[in-house]
């Protein structure tokens, strides 16, 4: 199926780790708690691996196959801490120890989309999940009172589409965790 794109054919592309429907609900009710109205929309809460900006239709195409056998370990995330980046506002959630796993795997998707000539950012990784967006700061205080247990299910592929009232995203394919998929 084909999806739709701006007028000069360019997508706007992410490839994260998608909330199951159990930890979507408890990273809803940390960020409401701790951001109520400028919480991220349910539907949007994320953890993004690698982001791949404006592409184009030959371009998806050389990484869909620079990332098939994507071999996705399975991990579980243990998302404990609140951190605030003020230059943009944004309020997240993230990993007091990132998972060596999930490190290796972000390695290998900027390993394998090099050779399509992507240039992965140059900064290092940190696993957050964003909970607010225009938030005043500071980061609360207090570690989240329970923390949130996330076994990833799988690597989406990840449009990101304007809407009316703000960004929206669309799955366009998954890996799942656990099996190397095509
Ligand atoms: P909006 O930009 O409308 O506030 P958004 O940031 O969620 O919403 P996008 O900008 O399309 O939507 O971003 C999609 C994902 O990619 C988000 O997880 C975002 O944090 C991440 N992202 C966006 N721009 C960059 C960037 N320049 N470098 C790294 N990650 C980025
Ligand atoms: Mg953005």
Not at 45 to 51: C, E, N
Not at 145 to 171: C, D, F, K, M, N
């Amino acid at each position: 199926m084909s999806l739709p794109c701006n007028p000069e054919g360019l997508r706007r592309l992410f490839l994260a780790v998608w909330p199951a429907d159990a930890e979507c609900r408890q990273l809803a009710e940390l960020a409401a708690n701790v951001a109520g109205r400028r919480r991220v929309r349910d539907a949007n809460l994320h953890l993004t691996l690698v982001f791949l900006d404006a592409t184009d239709a030959e371009r998806l195409a050389a990484y869909e196959t620079a990332l098939a056998g994507l071999m996705v370990p399975t991990l579980v995330l243990i998302l404990d801490r609140y951190g605030y980046w003020p230059r943009s506002r944004i309020l997240w959630l993230g990993c007091s120890e990132t998972p060596p796993a999930l490190v290796d795997l972000v390695a290998d998707l900027h390993r394998r989309l090099r050779g399509c000539g992507f240039s992965p950012e140059q900064r290092a990784f940190q696993a957050h999940v964003t909970l607010a967006r225009n938030f005043p700061g500071p980061a609360p205080k207090q570690a989240p009172t329970a923390s949130v247990h996330w076994p990833i299910e799988e690597v989406a592929l990840v449009e990101s589409l304007q809407g009316e009232t703000g960004s929206y995203y669309r799955v366009v394919r998954s890996w799942p965790a656990g099996c190397s998929g095509g």
